[in-house]
């Protein structure tokens, strides 16, 4: 692993209004063409918002005791395709998620709202969206970007935060992310609007309310179950949860599972940057309703 020769960092570019790397658009036309099921759920979020957290929740709910096989022999990217992934060698998210027997299917997606394939507005699929507060998601986003080879490079944090608040981020501006999908839950009412801040104050009650989304009742000892298998340090150990298993990531720079906190911006804002940030977010967030906790 250690001579591997990596590809160079991607650059960003436009599609569509978004910033973007090719390695997200790649497979384009099998993305936007993709068949959705009806039973189909949809895990959307901005990158680093808690989209592994998450999946993994739905995955032990779903087939912790049916499958317990796949707890130990399938690291959570196979069991929750990630429908933008190019990886031509191996296979693409889409062809993963094809060729899943499993039922529900669960797909992973960082795509703003107004890019996500049609077929999971017709199929009437539940979705649920996590989101973190911009602060929180940027300091996450720039270590991820740091030991993640196939992003573009992060440059130093001033610059980073500088490009967050221009939206120049894979997957567009975090801003726009998280707002239009907000707007979304008004009109799609199988839209389930997760804060990663409400999962970390208390993830039992976020559970509980993930279910009654679902339609599922799991016993009282099967969702304890869950619970303590999600716990960060938990998932932190677990080599099919933490990502130690990607090659493109260097975890001597940053691990995948770095602290899974809220209120870790307070270690990288400067008081000058944060008061930048406060009076560009006021702007930018003027005409949403959704709020956000920065600390708890
Ligand atoms: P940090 O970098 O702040 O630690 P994603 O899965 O969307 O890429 O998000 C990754 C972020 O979610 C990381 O944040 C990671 O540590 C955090 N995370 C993952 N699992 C978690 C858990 N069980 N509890 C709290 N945070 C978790």
Redesign the pocket.
Known sequence: MENMELPPRPKLFDFHGVSMTHYFTDNWENIQNFQARPDDILIA????????????ILDLLYFGQTAPERQTSLPIYERVPFLEYPHPSVHTGTELADKLSTSPRLIKT?LPVQLVPKSFWEQNCRIVY?A?NAK?NA???F??DRMNKADPEPGDWNNFLQRFMDGKMVFGPWYDHVTGWWERKQTHSKLHYVF?ED??ED?GRELDRLCSFLGLSPSAEEKERVRGG???D???KNSM?NYSTVPIMDFKI????????VG?WKNHFTVAQNEQFDEDYKKKMKNTTVQFRTVL
């Open positions: 979020t901005y990158p680093k918002a808690g989209t592994t957290w998450v999946s993994y960082h996590v973190r929180d300091v996450s986003y270590h991820f990663y999962m970390v993830t999600v716990q960060f938990t998932m932190k949860a940053s691990p995948f599972m770095r602290k899974g906190k870790d």
